[in-house]
Structure formats: structure tokens, C-alpha cells
């Protein structure tokens, strides 16, 4: 048996995936790791928690949490190396923006913008709730027969819309999903959550209408609490729900939400995608 002293806690394949090394002031090195593919490349939520996670070490302000990020995908990632440059666009009192260049080989894969601000005590509201659903415990996780590696990494129990490829009448889909693995909730991982279910344009489609890819060409998150909570656990579910209304020449837009399991909204997000 390992003495207690010299035991280590593991890191999460999550984090381990995601890791950064700082190379210079505004500089990291990290890599992109193939469990995280899609159809013919990394999936963008994955992309997006790499590079959130470099703003967050430039910014290094605990403070500061991430209020919004607008990610560009440029390039489609290789599995391997990349280097992330970050830079500070604007230092305020209150939020501060950063850029954030994901290169792969000297070429460029995305760009990101993020802003992390202060908390403010000022007027709230909520005009917004939670859908009333099943619990995850009542319906059956989703099959990972025709899942693409980087659902895998995810458990997935979907609740509303159609099954995917059903040729239902609204793109519109959602249900509980959290890592394989238990880790305490963050705004790193909401971001990879962001992109993490299905498409709801699988819902509409019919088995065979089109090859099934469907690459992000940008995504914008809102991120609206501050993790974790304080009821946060480190193996709980999240609710997402992701419907698109419309879709020509090609591109479908898509707009996302993610709860707690207690009916608090963490995350509103919006992406415009391609369908190969």
C-alpha cells in the first residue's frame, strides 16, 4: 500500500486532455487528443475549453469568471501539439477581454474572444425555467452504438425531442449528460458541455438525408453562474436543450441551454454550423 503521504490524486481524462504549459508570458503548449474527434476532427466544445482554459491562466484573476466567450473555427485540428497565444485587449476596472490564436504547426485552427468580469449586485431577473423532465434515473442512457469518440466521453439520458435521424417535425433535442468520471463542475467544462450533445438537426433528418457532419463555424457562450455551486456534486447530471429554427444553403443555426439538476441556469450558447 502507498503511504498517505505519497498518495496523488489522479486528474480527470477531462483535464489531462485540456492541460496547458505555460511557454512564455502569454504562451502554452498543449495537444489534441484524438477520444475527443467528432467526424474528421476535434469537436468544437473541446476546442473551446482549451482555449478558455488559456485565457484563465493569462487573466490569472480568480475574481474575474468568465462572463462570455465567441469561438472561430478556422481549421480543422489534427491530433498532437498545438500552441495557444493569448493577449490582453482591454484590462477595465470591472472585465477584462482577451484574445486567445489556437496554432497547430504554424497554421491557424481558432480564434476566441472571452470577457471575465466582477460580480455586480445590481437588478436580476429570470423570465426563463428549467423544462419539468424525468430525472436521468427514470430513461435509458443513450445507445453509444453511432456515437462519434468524443460522445463517449460524456453519459448521455436524453428526455425531449425526437431520436436522432427520425425525421421529426422540429430540430429539437435535450437531456441529462455528464462526464464519464466524477469532476467538480467548472466553466471549462461547461464550455466542452456547450457543444457536447447531438445536434437537434439530427431529430429532423431522415437515415440517409446527409452525412452526418456538422461542423461549428463559430460559437458564443454566455456563461450565467459562477461554479461550483454549492450544491454542485462531483458526478451530477446537467439538463441541455438545443433547438435550431432554421436552416439554408447549408448552415443551421443552433441555440443551447445547460441547468443544474436544481433548475439553475448555467449556460446559454448560440452557434452557427455547416451540414456536410
Same mark, same amino acid.
Given at each position: 500500500m502507498i503511504p498517505q503521504r505519497q498518495q496523488k490524486a489522479e486528474k480527470h481524462r477531462f483535464d489531462r486532455d485540456t492541460q496547458l504549459e505555460r511557454i512564455e508570458?502569454?504562451?502554452f503548449r498543449g495537444r489534441v487528443d484524438k477520444g475527443w474527434w467528432i467526424v474528421k476532427g476535434p469537436n468544437g466544445g473541446y476546442l473551446a475549453a482549451?482555449? @478558455?482554459?488559456?485565457?484563465?491562466?493569462?487573466?490569472?484573476?480568480?475574481?474575474?469568471?468568465?462572463?462570455s466567450m465567441s469561438?472561430?473555427?478556422?481549421?480543422?485540428?489534427?491530433?498532437?501539439?498545438?500552441?495557444?497565444?493569448?493577449?490582453?485587449?482591454?484590462?477595465?476596472r470591472s472585465i477584462t477581454t482577451v484574445t486567445a490564436r489556437m496554432l497547430q504547426r504554424g497554421k491557424p485552427i481558432a480564434f476566441a474572444v472571452?470577457?471575465?468580469?466582477?460580480?455586480?449586485?445590481?437588478f436580476d431577473f429570470q423570465?426563463?425555467?428549467?423544462?419539468?423532465?424525468?430525472?436521468?434515473?427514470?430513461?435509458?442512457?443513450?445507445?453509444?452504438?453511432? @456515437?462519434?469518440?468524443?460522445?463517449?466521453?460524456?453519459?448521455?439520458?436524453?428526455? +425531449?425531442?425526437?431520436?436522432?435521424?427520425s425525421g421529426s417535425e422540429r430540430a429539437k433535442t435535450g437531456g441529462w449528460i455528464r462526464l464519464v468520471?466524477?469532476?467538480?463542475?467548472?466553466?471549462? @467544462?461547461?464550455?466542452?458541455?456547450?457543444?457536447?450533445?447531438?445536434?437537434? +438537426?439530427?431529430?429532423?433528418?431522415?437515415?440517409?438525408?446527409?452525412a452526418g457532419a456538422v461542423p461549428t463555424v463559430d460559437l458564443t457562450i454566455h456563461f450565467r453562474a459562477e461554479l461550483p455551486l454549492p450544491d454542485?456534486?462531483?458526478?451530477?447530471?446537467y439538463f441541455v436543450r438545443l433547438e435550431s429554427t432554421t436552416c439554408r444553403q447549408g448552415y443551421m443555426e443552433e441555440t443551447g441551454e445547460i441547468w443544474s439538476r436544481s433548475g439553475v441556469l448555467l449556460v446559454q450558447s448560440r452557434q452557427l454550423a455547416l451540414l456536410f
Open positions: 508570458e502569454n504562451r482549451i482555449l @478558455l482554459r488559456a485565457m484563465q491562466l493569462t487573466t490569472d484573476q480568480s475574481e474575474r469568471a468568465p462572463r469561438v472561430y473555427y478556422l481549421s480543422t485540428a489534427k491530433a498532437g501539439p498545438i500552441d495557444i497565444v493569448t493577449a490582453f485587449e482591454k484590462h477595465g472571452g470577457a471575465l468580469g466582477k460580480p455586480f449586485s445590481n423570465d426563463i425555467a428549467m423544462p419539468d423532465v424525468d430525472p436521468p434515473e427514470a430513461r435509458a442512457e443513450l445507445s453509444s452504438e453511432r @456515437l462519434v469518440p468524443s460522445a463517449r466521453r460524456y453519459e448521455m439520458v436524453p428526455v +425531449i425531442g425526437g431520436a436522432p435521424w468520471g466524477q469532476r467538480n463542475p467548472d466553466a471549462i @467544462l461547461m464550455a466542452a458541455m456547450a457543444d457536447a450533445w447531438y445536434p437537434s +438537426i439530427f431529430t429532423r433528418v431522415k437515415d440517409g438525408q446527409f454542485s456534486k462531483p458526478d451530477d447530471f
